[in-house]
């Protein structure tokens, strides 16, 4: 079974439930200064190409006939965040996101599974849009790398990570646009750089906070590879052994790495062979971000790439989702499939 547990949905009723709102105007400007108008605009000729893989459950099916996926985890577009609205509008957006998702994938609940949203700029609501995701069928909640004026380190998160520990439910950290502003605003860096970055820093916040010590039980799956933050472990544990400053964790910062989990969405065959060495061949997911452009239409073609031994290989492409999401998989695992 070949496990894509990077993939998104588009949902027009949470956009329709926040346009016009208070606050909502500011965070397109917001999103305009920090993307830039060119990125903006190629952006939305992008989307408009891709609506209906987006929104369509046939055309997704056949993206995954053709990539060879048996089963996508997928979670809302992360332009559906929304971390500016106030509570009572943030509770319906996220709430509608989780119903719109469960409603996606139970057209093919054989092959879809889903991941729905809470509202991470108020964390005494959290916890309790987590159970209503959990009560739809949804297997967790995706995330970004912060929200305004909270880091992931923040102790307003404790009765998140702890129920979701509680409860198995994956949290599926994925940033959504960077806080560097207008120092990305060219050239696409928000993305290309920024991304990678934020990941960088909401894991750090997770690890040297303690987060991972208080809450071994956390699944959190970390999209893109997990960022700049596999690639410069040396430089975190030399920290941490040195600076009394950050000794937040219990541990070294790179034996975190074994407690969480990465998708394999890092383009590069030798960063991904990296990864796998980091984080353990157990601990990495097969991940495609479809369909936007910055995926990957083939993601076991670029897996395959790596020229990861048939063990690993089988783990990553199926396996270790499989036992992440408590599914039961007959994945191969003495030849390519």
Known sequence: MIIDVHAHVLLPGVEAAVAGQP?????????????????????????????????????????????????????PSPSHYHYWAGSALAERAHRLANEGVAEHCSRAPDRLLGLGLVPLQHPELAAEVLDHALSLGLRGVEISSHAPGRELSDPAYEPL???????????????????????????YLSNIVGQPAENAVA???????????????????????????????????HGWRVRPDARGCA?????????????????????????VEAAGADR????????????????VAALRSAGLDPVAFAGISGGNAAALLDLTTDTPTEEYP
């Open 251 to 275: 541990d070294p910062p790179s034996s975190y790495l074994r407690r969480m989990w990465f998708d394999s969405l890092v383009h590069d065959p030798a960063v991904l062979r990296h990864l």
């Open 161 to 187: 990570w702890a129920r979701a520990a509680a409860t198995g439910a994956v949290l599926f950290l994925h940033p959504f646009g960077c806080t560097l502003d207008e120092r990305l605003d060219r050239w």
């Open 23 to 75: 606050g909502h105007d500011e965070h397109r400007a917001l999103d305009a200064r920090r993307n830039g108008e060119e990125s903006l605009r190629v952006s939305g000729r992008m989307i408009g190409e891709r609506l209906s893989r987006l929104t369509e459950v046939s055309a997704r099916l056949a993206d995954m006939d053709a990539a060879g996926v048996d089963v996508q985890l997928v979670s």
């Open 284 to 299: 990495v997911l097969l991940g495609s971000d479809h369909p936007f452009d910055m995926g990957a239409d083939a993601p």
């Open 203 to 237: 894991l750090s916040h997770l690890v040297f906070s303690g987060v991972l010590d208080r809450h071994p039980g956390l699944r959190v799956v970390a999209a893109h590879g997990g960022g700049y933050l596999p690639t410069h472990l040396g430089r975190a544990d």
